[in-house]
């Protein structure tokens, strides 16, 4: 037995009046094995909902930034500079978060709400980010949080008939057709004169209280499908009038990933851990437990490839942050251009094997003295790839991994991305593959094809 939907819904329509309620999804299926399920979603998703760019899967995308300012405090200087090293290493997307950039003035959170550009940090606008990521050949991420107002912010001040709060600050509201609009040349705007090409869009607040609060007794549940038709609206919108933008529906850390917004972004901050670092097993965690369901999502990942911490956050496209002896981002750095070049090479590597089918190899384990895997196959090419993990504790150098949808029969040839050569052999041996991990915490990823 399933219960779905929206908590509170009692209310009367006006004359001529419509809503439309939560959407549900089911994909049905036969067989013992659960992940089966998951395989036949992950397949819906991307023949029919993951979010398309001229007619072709848009995966996460390799990120690098800046945090570091000129001496009188600007940005411009630091960002335009770094455009043409990061594209000749292979990024592809410009990243310019809430912090530390902080475009508008006030910071976060203080300053949710001031959406203009801060002449201090931005003395010319956001334009010359955007064209020197576009001369680059790289795309310009911008975060914003259009949903939440703080007090005293130019939303809060100049219009307090769009919020849920007035002036105390509060929710937009994305319900209301006047500051529906308002908000969306505002967005239209920024991306139009900045050539923005991935909107970050943050949630960092409760909107329960604010939809309740204004609904009448005989609306109840009103302002909420009200909130929600027009964020859905908003962000299809924009896209029907920028071709090609994407959407990271961050929301304080995968608190948006369901099928009415994956179907219209992607989520490129899956959580919120990652802030705290020093976590790679429950990253590992995280990532296999997500990819049962989502088959392109990403999050920050620290240091550079081959390093046990980089492969344990590695999706198919990452912020990368590798931070220097000053504090300071590296990904632009003259020493850091091997690594850099090889990090943005792996992802390359691994996206295409995201589309296939989902299989855990060992239990889902938080233990920091067992092995922990999974694996991509892509059935219609007999090939795919295993990412493996020997943990800080586990005490065993070698383990059979156990690999799935082998054919038993067929020759295979099978790959190491630490080794450089390349061997045959059989399936049955194949689906029982002997993998040596020398020193732990390490890694290894894996690539076979018949």
């Not at 609306?219 to 609206?233: D, F, T, V």
Request: hydrophobic letters at 35%; one cysteine or more.
């Amino acid at each position: 037995a399933i219960r779905a939907g929206q908590q509170l819904t009692r209310f009367r329509l006006h004359p001529g009046e419509t809503v439309r309620t939560p959407g549900v999804l089911l994909v049905f299926w036969r067989g013992a094995e659960a992940l089966r399920g998951n395989n036949l979603f992950r397949q819906l998703q991307l023949a029919h909902y993951a979010p398309r760019r001229e007619g072709q899967w848009v995966f996460p995308p390799i990120c690098a930034s800046v945090n570091h300012t000129d001496p009188d405090g600007s940005y411009e200087g630091p960002h335009v500079q770094v455009m043409p090293a990061l594209a000749g290493r292979g990024f592809e997307v410009f990243w310019s978060d809430m912090d530390p950039q902080h475009w508008y003035p006030g910071d976060f959170p203080q300053g949710t709400g001031n959406w203009v550009v801060d002449p201090k940090k931005y003395p010319n606008g956001l334009a010359p980010v955007g064209r020197a990521a576009r001369a680059a050949g790289l795309g310009y991420l911008l975060w914003f949080e259009p949903e939440r107002v703080a007090p005293g912010t130019r939303v809060a001040r100049e219009h307090p008939e769009f919020v849920h709060g007035g002036s105390n600050g509060g929710l937009f509201k994305f319900g209301d057709p006047t500051a529906w609009n308002w908000m969306l040349e505002l967005l239209d705007r920024y991306v139009t004169e900045a050539q923005i090409t991935w909107v970050r869009w943050d949630f960092n607040m409760e909107p329960l209280k604010h939809w309740r609060g204004n609904d009448a007794p005989d609306r109840q549940g009103i302002s909420e499908i009200r909130h929600l038709e027009g964020l859905y609206a908003m962000w299809d919108e924009l896209r029907r009038r920028h071709p090609g933008l994407m959407i990271d529906n961050c929301a304080s850390g995968g608190r948006r990933i369901d099928v009415e917004t994956c179907r219209r972004s992607l989520p490129l901050w899956h959580s919120d851990m990652i802030c705290a670092k020093g976590n790679p097993a429950g990253e590992q965690l995280q990532n296999a437990g997500l990819y049962r369901w989502v088959p392109f999502h990403a999050c920050g990942t620290f240091g550079y490839e081959p390093s046990y911490t980089f492969r344990s956050g590695m999706c198919g496209g990452n912020i990368v942050v590798g931070v220097n002896s000053r504090g300071h981002l590296s990904t632009a750095d003259a020493e850091t251009d091997a690594e850099a070049r090889r990090t943005t090479a792996i992802y390359r590597k691994i996206r295409p094997y995201l589309t296939g089918d989902f299989y855990r190899i060992f239990p889902h384990d938080a233990s920091e003295a067992v092995w922990f895997g999974y694996q991509f196959h892509q059935p219609d090419r007999d090939a795919g790839m295993a990412l493996v993990f020997r943990r800080e504790q586990c005490a065993e150098g070698r383990q059979v991994v156990p690999l799935r949808e082998i054919k038993p029969r067929a020759m295979y040839t099978v790959r190491f991305e630490d080794a450089p050569e390349t061997r045959k052999i059989r399936g049955k041996e194949l689906a029982r593959l002997q993998v040596h991990i020398p020193s732990a915490p390490g890694s290894a990823i894996v690539y076979y094809r018949r």
